[in-house]
């Protein structure tokens, strides 16, 4: 019995299905339920939303850690801030959040205080400057500089200052009455001189070296080496992430400006040897 070869399937049928299959699985996606959040209900209010580019309100008032009454635009104008929002009697994550931001810190060539300044701010209106002054004496102490203490400020304030700050950088907590605690998100934010949202750092450590990216960038490029600038040329800051990764476009173009540099100077020394005339012989005829 003679069976006939089966015929090929043309590659535009091969298409077909696959764009059939690609438009059935996206119909299924839409019509699917939308999937549930199974986080506890107090956890579902945490949280901490980007708010790039917003303003953050320099009128505020607080109190530092000596009792002083202060608006936030006393710490602004000149330099980057970086804000992170704890209290100061939390039993863990605050306290994460800050030993691991004081230890980045200590890694980077810039000094709080002289190319930035650091802005630690309670979220629990019933706390006051004496817990304030001991979280800051402490967190000194590890970063290990003490004339920063000129450009940390920790502060205490107020329900409606806290609420209204902490509505405009997009950090949301809630209070458990039960354990007396605060939940709330783990994360710092830079800002610029002139008190705009630059770029959210998440966690409990942070990379030095995206921190030092972003502080120059939030500056404006008015701190930071050649080095740096090459560096924020190659690198840009995923929001998504909360950090840098590499522009492979930029890579590329730097790498074939460099080319394309190296070739030009090749063949200038080239035509430069080929344009001078030959030299003549010095030595006499016998």
């Not at 949280?47 to 602004?76: I, K, M, T």
């Not at 992430?241 to 173009?253: D, F, K, L, W």
Request: net charge positive.
């Amino acid at each position: 019995m003679n069976h006939r070869p089966a015929l090929p399937i043309k590659p535009a049928c091969l298409l077909i299905m696959f764009c059939i299959g690609l438009a059935y699985a996206a119909a299924q996606s839409l019509n699917a339920p939308p999937q549930q959040d199974n986080r506890p209900p107090l956890l579902r209010e945490v949280g901490l939303d980007q708010r790039l580019g917003e303003q953050v309100p320099l009128d505020l008032s607080f109190r530092d850690e000596q009792g002083h009454a202060v608006a936030l635009r006393q710490y602004f104008g000149s330099k980057p801030v970086i804000l992170n929002l704890v209290y100061y009697q939390c039993p863990m994550l605050c306290g994460e959040v800050l030993n691991g931001l004081s230890s980045a810190l200590s890694m980077l060539k810039f000094r709080v205080g002289r190319e930035f300044d650091v802005l630690t701010v309670s979220i629990d209106p019933r706390e006051g400057p004496p817990l304030a002054s001991a979280k800051k004496k402490n967190i000194l102490a590890r970063y290990g500089y003490p004339d920063a203490a000129a450009g940390w400020h920790f502060l205490t304030g107020d329900q409606p200052s806290i609420a209204l700050l902490t509505k405009t950088v997009g950090f949301r907590y809630t209070y458990d009455p039960k354990l007396g605690q605060f939940a709330h998100a783990a994360g710092i934010m830079v800002l610029t001189p002139q008190g705009r949202i630059a770029q959210y750092y998440y966690g409990v450590e942070y990379s030095p070296k995206d921190l030092r990216l972003g502080l120059i960038e939030a500056s404006g490029n008015r701190i930071g080496s050649m080095v740096d600038q090459l560096l924020l040329y190659c690198y840009h800051y995923d929001p998504v992430q909360g950090r840098y990764g590499a522009i492979v476009m930029n890579i590329v173009r730097l790498a074939s400006a460099a080319t394309v540099l190296i070739l030009a100077g090749f063949m200038w020394l080239m035509f430069r040897r080929e344009s001078r005339p030959p030299r003549l012989g010095t030595g006499r005829a016998a």
